[in-house]
Protein backbone atom coordinates (compact mmCIF):
# COMPACT_ATOMS: atom_id res chain seq x y z
CA UNK A 1 0.00 0.00 0.00
CA UNK A 2 0.87 3.50 0.13
CA UNK A 3 1.75 4.10 -3.21
CA UNK A 4 2.22 7.55 -5.05
CA UNK A 5 2.52 8.44 -8.43
CA UNK A 6 4.34 11.41 -10.07
CA UNK A 7 3.55 12.66 -13.61
CA UNK A 8 5.56 13.62 -15.88
CA UNK A 9 8.51 11.33 -15.20
CA UNK A 10 11.09 13.36 -17.45
CA UNK A 11 10.52 16.17 -19.41
CA UNK A 12 12.28 18.95 -21.57
CA UNK A 13 11.13 22.39 -21.88
CA UNK A 14 12.65 25.68 -23.35
CA UNK A 15 13.75 28.60 -21.34
CA UNK A 16 10.68 30.54 -20.46
CA UNK A 17 8.01 28.07 -20.30
CA UNK A 18 5.94 27.04 -17.66
CA UNK A 19 6.07 22.90 -16.46
CA UNK A 20 3.65 21.48 -14.25
CA UNK A 21 4.28 18.20 -12.43
CA UNK A 22 1.31 16.22 -10.60
CA UNK A 23 1.94 14.04 -7.44
CA UNK A 24 -1.02 11.47 -6.66
CA UNK A 25 -1.14 9.41 -3.75
CA UNK A 26 -2.86 6.26 -5.48
CA UNK A 27 -4.25 4.18 -3.15
CA UNK A 28 -4.76 6.94 0.35
CA UNK A 29 -5.71 10.27 1.44
CA UNK A 30 -2.70 12.58 1.67
CA UNK A 31 -3.24 14.73 5.31
CA UNK A 32 -0.25 16.52 3.36
CA UNK A 33 2.59 16.50 0.27
CA UNK A 34 5.72 17.92 0.18
CA UNK A 35 8.00 18.66 -3.08
CA UNK A 36 11.65 18.55 -3.09
CA UNK A 37 14.11 19.54 -5.37
CA UNK A 38 17.49 16.90 -5.71
CA UNK A 39 20.70 17.80 -7.44
CA UNK A 40 23.28 15.47 -8.50
CA UNK A 41 24.96 14.11 -5.88
CA UNK A 42 23.07 16.29 -3.20
CA UNK A 43 20.61 15.48 -0.51
CA UNK A 44 17.03 16.37 -0.94
CA UNK A 45 15.76 19.71 -0.64
CA UNK A 46 12.67 20.78 0.65
CA UNK A 47 10.85 23.33 -1.38
CA UNK A 48 7.13 23.18 0.29
CA UNK A 49 4.80 21.70 2.27
CA UNK A 50 1.09 21.65 1.45
CA UNK A 51 -2.31 20.81 2.81
CA UNK A 52 -5.40 20.35 1.25
CA UNK A 53 -7.40 23.35 0.70
CA UNK A 54 -4.60 25.77 1.98
CA UNK A 55 -1.73 27.94 0.89
CA UNK A 56 1.61 26.03 0.74
CA UNK A 57 4.23 26.49 3.39
CA UNK A 58 7.52 27.22 0.99
CA UNK A 59 10.84 26.96 2.91
CA UNK A 60 13.43 29.67 2.91
CA UNK A 61 15.04 30.73 -0.51
CA UNK A 62 12.17 29.45 -2.48
CA UNK A 63 10.48 31.97 -4.54
CA UNK A 64 6.53 30.73 -4.28
CA UNK A 65 5.61 32.96 -7.54
CA UNK A 66 8.10 30.87 -9.21
CA UNK A 67 7.12 27.45 -7.85
CA UNK A 68 3.36 27.04 -7.83
CA UNK A 69 1.90 24.76 -5.37
CA UNK A 70 -1.71 23.66 -5.34
CA UNK A 71 -3.10 20.75 -3.63
CA UNK A 72 -6.78 20.50 -5.05
CA UNK A 73 -7.63 17.09 -3.04
CA UNK A 74 -6.64 14.65 -0.63
CA UNK A 75 -4.96 12.38 -3.13
CA UNK A 76 -3.37 15.00 -5.81
CA UNK A 77 -0.75 18.53 -5.26
CA UNK A 78 0.63 19.79 -8.24
CA UNK A 79 3.97 22.21 -8.96
CA UNK A 80 4.00 24.62 -11.33
CA UNK A 81 7.54 25.41 -12.35
CA UNK A 82 6.82 29.15 -14.01
CA UNK A 83 8.95 30.52 -16.66
CA UNK A 84 11.65 27.80 -16.02
CA UNK A 85 15.46 28.84 -16.66
CA UNK A 86 18.34 26.29 -17.43
CA UNK A 87 19.21 26.66 -13.44
CA UNK A 88 15.76 25.17 -12.91
CA UNK A 89 16.98 21.60 -14.11
CA UNK A 90 16.63 19.64 -11.60
CA UNK A 91 15.25 16.11 -9.85
CA UNK A 92 11.96 17.33 -8.28
CA UNK A 93 10.49 14.42 -6.09
CA UNK A 94 7.60 14.70 -3.98
CA UNK A 95 6.15 12.65 -1.32
CA UNK A 96 2.83 12.33 0.76
CA UNK A 97 2.04 11.68 4.52
CA UNK A 98 -0.58 9.64 5.55
CA UNK A 99 -1.14 10.73 8.92
CA UNK A 100 -1.04 7.37 10.39
CA UNK A 101 1.98 5.70 12.57
CA UNK A 102 5.04 7.95 12.62
CA UNK A 103 4.22 10.25 10.01
CA UNK A 104 6.32 8.36 7.37
CA UNK A 105 6.50 9.75 3.55
CA UNK A 106 6.23 7.92 0.34
CA UNK A 107 7.77 8.98 -2.20
CA UNK A 108 6.52 9.35 -6.41
CA UNK A 109 9.58 8.02 -8.58
CA UNK A 110 10.43 11.77 -8.93
CA UNK A 111 10.46 14.28 -12.14
CA UNK A 112 13.55 14.97 -13.79
CA UNK A 113 13.14 18.34 -15.24
CA UNK A 114 16.02 19.44 -18.28
CA UNK A 115 15.67 23.37 -19.56
CA UNK A 116 17.21 24.04 -22.30
CA UNK B 1 21.09 24.83 13.82
CA UNK B 2 19.93 21.60 12.61
CA UNK B 3 22.21 19.24 11.27
CA UNK B 4 22.48 15.46 9.88
CA UNK B 5 25.79 14.10 9.43
CA UNK B 6 26.86 10.62 7.22
CA UNK B 7 30.24 9.58 5.58
CA UNK B 8 29.90 10.54 1.43
CA UNK B 9 31.35 7.05 0.54
CA UNK B 10 31.65 4.25 1.49
CA UNK B 11 32.45 0.63 -0.32
CA UNK B 12 32.49 -2.78 0.94
CA UNK B 13 32.61 -6.24 -0.22
CA UNK B 14 29.61 -8.31 -1.32
CA UNK B 15 28.65 -10.95 1.12
CA UNK B 16 30.29 -9.10 4.03
CA UNK B 17 28.59 -6.43 6.80
CA UNK B 18 28.43 -2.56 6.43
CA UNK B 19 27.75 -0.07 8.94
CA UNK B 20 26.67 3.42 7.75
CA UNK B 21 26.93 6.18 10.50
CA UNK B 22 24.94 9.27 11.10
CA UNK B 23 25.09 11.68 13.70
CA UNK B 24 22.22 14.15 14.50
CA UNK B 25 21.20 17.49 15.34
CA UNK B 26 17.61 18.50 15.50
CA UNK B 27 15.17 20.95 17.50
CA UNK B 28 13.57 18.62 19.23
CA UNK B 29 13.48 14.75 18.17
CA UNK B 30 10.30 12.77 16.77
CA UNK B 31 12.47 10.23 15.47
CA UNK B 32 15.34 8.96 12.89
CA UNK B 33 15.06 7.51 9.61
CA UNK B 34 17.04 5.68 7.15
CA UNK B 35 15.93 5.69 2.95
CA UNK B 36 17.53 3.78 0.14
CA UNK B 37 18.11 5.78 -3.34
CA UNK B 38 19.10 4.47 -5.94
CA UNK B 39 20.61 6.40 -8.82
CA UNK B 40 18.03 8.39 -10.56
CA UNK B 41 14.69 7.24 -8.58
CA UNK B 42 13.30 7.97 -5.58
CA UNK B 43 13.74 7.07 -1.59
CA UNK B 44 12.64 4.60 -0.26
CA UNK B 45 11.65 4.06 3.02
CA UNK B 46 13.86 1.57 5.29
CA UNK B 47 13.41 1.97 9.12
CA UNK B 48 12.24 4.35 11.70
CA UNK B 49 13.66 4.59 15.08
CA UNK B 50 12.53 6.74 18.20
CA UNK B 51 13.28 4.90 21.02
CA UNK B 52 16.89 3.41 21.99
CA UNK B 53 18.37 0.49 20.35
CA UNK B 54 18.68 -1.73 17.79
CA UNK B 55 15.65 -2.37 15.25
CA UNK B 56 16.28 -5.50 13.10
CA UNK B 57 14.46 -6.17 9.71
CA UNK B 58 15.92 -9.07 7.85
CA UNK B 59 19.31 -7.78 6.44
CA UNK B 60 19.02 -4.32 7.70
CA UNK B 61 19.15 -2.95 11.12
CA UNK B 62 19.09 0.07 12.77
CA UNK B 63 20.39 1.08 15.81
CA UNK B 64 19.94 4.55 17.59
CA UNK B 65 20.82 6.75 20.54
CA UNK B 66 19.12 9.74 21.86
CA UNK B 67 21.58 10.61 24.04
CA UNK B 68 24.27 11.16 22.26
CA UNK B 69 22.56 11.74 18.36
CA UNK B 70 23.84 8.92 16.99
CA UNK B 71 22.40 6.25 14.59
CA UNK B 72 24.16 3.54 12.90
CA UNK B 73 22.18 1.08 9.77
CA UNK B 74 23.37 -2.00 9.53
CA UNK B 75 23.64 -4.40 6.31
CA UNK B 76 24.65 -7.85 6.33
CA UNK B 77 25.18 -10.17 3.35
CA UNK B 78 25.65 -7.65 1.24
CA UNK B 79 24.50 -7.99 -2.12
CA UNK B 80 25.24 -5.99 -5.59
CA UNK B 81 21.72 -4.26 -5.87
CA UNK B 82 22.44 -2.94 -1.85
CA UNK B 83 24.57 -0.54 -4.25
CA UNK B 84 23.01 2.96 -3.63
CA UNK B 85 23.04 6.17 -1.61
CA UNK B 86 21.64 5.87 1.94
CA UNK B 87 19.65 8.79 3.38
CA UNK B 88 19.66 9.48 7.23
CA UNK B 89 16.51 11.78 8.58
CA UNK B 90 15.68 13.43 11.72
CA UNK B 91 12.37 14.56 12.08
CA UNK B 92 12.25 17.72 14.48
CA UNK B 93 9.33 18.65 16.76
CA UNK B 94 7.53 20.27 13.79
CA UNK B 95 7.13 16.67 12.67
CA UNK B 96 9.64 17.86 9.45
CA UNK B 97 12.60 15.65 8.35
CA UNK B 98 16.24 17.08 8.30
CA UNK B 99 17.67 15.10 5.59
CA UNK B 100 21.41 13.95 5.37
CA UNK B 101 23.80 14.52 2.48
CA UNK B 102 23.42 10.99 1.63
CA UNK B 103 26.24 8.00 1.93
CA UNK B 104 27.58 6.51 -1.25
CA UNK B 105 27.61 2.75 -1.33
CA UNK B 106 29.74 1.08 -3.53
CA UNK B 107 29.78 -2.82 -3.09
CA UNK B 108 32.48 -4.98 -4.70
CA UNK B 109 32.50 -8.43 -5.87
Known amino acids: GAVVSQHPSWVICKSGTSVKIECRSL??????MFWYRQFPKQSLMLMAT?????????EQGVEKDKFLINHASLTLSTLTVTSAHPEDSSFYIC????????????FGPGTRLTVL | GQNIDQPTEMTATEGAIVQINCTYQ??????LFWYQQHAGEAPTFLSY??LDGLEEKGRFSSFLSRSKGYSYLLLKELQMKDSASYLC??????????WGAGTKLIIKP
Open chain 1, 27 to 32: DFQATT
Open chain 2, 89 to 98: AGMDSNYQLI
Open chain 2, 49 to 50: NV
Open chain 2, 26 to 31: TSGFNG
Open chain 1, 95 to 106: SAETGHDYNEQF
Open chain 1, 50 to 58: SNEGSKATY
